[in-house]
């Protein structure tokens, strides 16, 4: 059973376009995230959802909007994508906010061209 | 938020322990350490967490000196498998209402060599 998962796994789409990556957590956690890792392998946090309501939102563009249906779902849409939005998209969850015990998703590597 | 410093890499060879030093200087007193490990195309995965002195699990040990300004996971015996990111995290232990902007560092890439 995957804990957090990410579909789909590989998206490559045009410039312009809009797309969405889904997760869910079988692990009844509290908490979900979404985290960017560009090609320099920083880690950035984007988004935290908290029981289906955002609690973190940094300075993200806001042609990306996270959406919380319930609180084992955080789905991520990109709106116009660019060529800087291609990166590694991390879902993750966590019961203990603290950071400890995140769980992520093996990720979505988003290549926009 | 705590900034964290960590060499960018290390390499070791298969049996010999490894000691990863991260740098905290401010790090405030509600604050945890935490560590993870990243293999390529995978996302990060928990390590060990501590407050203060040493904590030890089946995968590491964490060293936590009295003033909390570094800390350095230990892994011992490592082998190839042990090649990965190692990232070092400071952020508070736990919030009410949710969320933490836990921020990860550049990471310290391990590579573990015959």
């Known amino acids: 059973d995957t804990a957090v998962s990410q579909t789909p796994k590989y998206l490559v789409t045009q410039m312009g376009n809009d797309k969405s990556i889904k997760c869910e957590q079988n692990l009844g956690h509290d908490t979900m995230y979404w985290y960017k890792q560009d090609s320099k392998k920083f880690l950035k946090i984007m988004f935290s959802?908290?029981?289906?309501?955002?609690?973190i939102n940094e300075t993200v563009p806001n042609r990306f909007s996270p959406k919380s249906p319930d609180k084992a779902h955080l789905n991520l849409h990109i709106n116009s994508l660019e060529l800087g939005d291609s990166a590694v998209y991390f879902c993750a969850s966590s019961q203990d906010t603290g950071g400890r015990g995140y769980t992520f998703g093996s990720g979505t590597r988003l290549t926009v061209v | 938020l705590a900034k964290t410093t960590q060499p960018i890499s290390m390499d070791s060879y298969e049996g010999q322990e490894v000691n990863i030093t991260c740098s905290h200087n401010n790090i405030a007193t509600n604050d945890y350490i935490t560590w993870y490990q990243q293999f390529p195309s995978q996302g990060p995965r928990f390590i060990i967490q501590?407050?203060?002195t040493k904590v030890t699990n089946e995968v590491a040990s964490l060293f936590i000196p009295a003033d909390r300004k570094s800390s350095t996971l230990s892994l011992p015996r490592v082998s190839l498998s042990d090649t990965a990111v190692y990232y070092c995290?400071?952020?508070?232990?736990?919030?009410?209402?949710?969320?933490?902007?836990?921020?990860f560092g550049t990471g310290t890439q391990l590579k573990v060599e015959l």
């Open positions: 501590g407050y203060k």
């Open positions: 995290l400071v952020g508070e232990g736990r919030l009410t209402g949710g969320g933490n902007k836990l921020t």
């Open positions: 959802y908290n029981n289906k309501e955002l609690i």
